[in-house]
């Protein structure tokens, strides 16, 4: 069964161009979200989505954007790239739970450098 | 703001020590956590979750838990060359459903032989 897949791996830009990132969950999983991580640094939520509707945001500003597919896909496009965005971005797939959260697996994440 | 400390470390530890992680969090009403284990290069991995009070064994791993002074550990035992990586601590935010994690900045763990 396939976990989490994203794409690209890894990926090189230059200031001011932009970027998108896609993410496929795991198979039954409705909701995607999104995580920044910089290098030193713990992964930092940028968003969620869950049944293509934005569920969350973090304090990221509107550079920033995704949305979600009908087949429960996801897309983080990333505009005006500046240096600073450089980082791992992670994927993560979670379902609803009326309970305990039990957490969620990662996908292997795209780094993406720009310069 | 919700907060995660974890202590920064680098933490370096022998081959077969105990090595021992620490993390304290902000938001009190918080009712799930987890640790994370993320080797260089790669993305995070889940090995540990705790939401109860007191301590989880699950093989070489323990995580404990003290809500009332929220605070949040990782134990090791018998420590090998192979869990030397950064670890991770992760709180869910309260009253998300779909999780949403608030982490810390990690702790680098080498074990040496």
């Known amino acids: 069964d396939a976990g989490v897949t994203q794409s690209p791996t890894h990926l090189i830009k230059t200031r001011g161009q932009h970027v998108t990132l896609r993410c496929s969950p795991i198979?039954?999983?409705?909701?995607v979200s999104w995580y920044q991580q910089v290098l030193g640094q713990g992964p930092q939520f940028i968003f969620q989505?869950?049944?293509?509707?934005?569920?969350g945001r973090g304090n990221f500003p509107d550079r920033f954007s995704a949305r979600q597919f009908p087949n429960y896909s996801s897309e983080l496009n990333v505009n005006a790239l500046l240096l600073g965005d450089s980082a791992l971005y992670l994927c993560?797939?979670?379902?609803?739970?009326?309970?305990?959260?039990?957490?969620?697996?990662f996908g292997s994440g795209t780094r993406l450098t720009v310069v | 703001q919700k907060e995660v400390e974890q202590n920064s470390g680098p933490l370096s530890v022998p081959e077969g020590a105990i090595a021992s992680l620490n993390c304290t969090y902000s938001?009190?009403?918080?009712?799930?956590f987890f640790w994370y284990r993320q080797y260089s290069g790669k993305s995070p991995e889940l090995i540990m979750s705790?939401?109860?009070?007191g301590d989880k064994e699950d093989g070489r791993f323990t995580a404990q838990l003290n809500k009332a002074s929220q605070y949040v550990s990782l134990l090791i035992r018998d420590s090998q060359p192979s869990d030397s990586a950064t670890y991770l601590c992760?709180?869910?935010?309260?009253?998300?459903?779909?999780?949403?994690?608030?982490f810390g900045r990690g702790t680098q763990l080498t074990v040496w032989p």
């Open positions: 993560a797939s979670s379902d609803k739970v009326t309970g305990v959260f039990y957490g969620y697996t």
């Open positions: 198979s039954g999983h409705k909701s």
């Open positions: 989505y869950y049944e293509k509707e934005e569920r």
């Open positions: 938001d009190r009403g918080s009712q799930s």
């Open positions: 705790i939401y109860s009070n």
């Open positions: 992760a709180v869910v935010d309260r009253g998300s459903t779909l999780g949403r994690l608030y």
